[in-house]
């Protein structure tokens, strides 16, 4: 029997949600960790009120919160957001 490569390797976006919830995004807050962070302000590029980080940009921005309101009417889901990205990943 031959096993598909494609079918051991995780997908796209489990690779995603992996590097979100380590660290691994280089998100504003990310950079400035890393010392690397050119811009003056760690604040999220869209709502402008929080510093930027993976776990606000998934789970708390105002702004990307209502994109999701809107996905789940659109395709009668109910989403429940997590305090944290890491809390999405199943080892
Ligand atoms: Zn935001």
Known sequence: MKTSVTKLSPSEGQIILWKAGYGRIPTHTELAIRGINSSESLLCVLCFK???????????CEVVSKIWKMWCFMWNVQLVFPEKVKDLIVV
Do not use: K
């Open 50 to 60: 929080e510093p930027e980080s993976m776990d606000h940009l998934l789970c708390h």
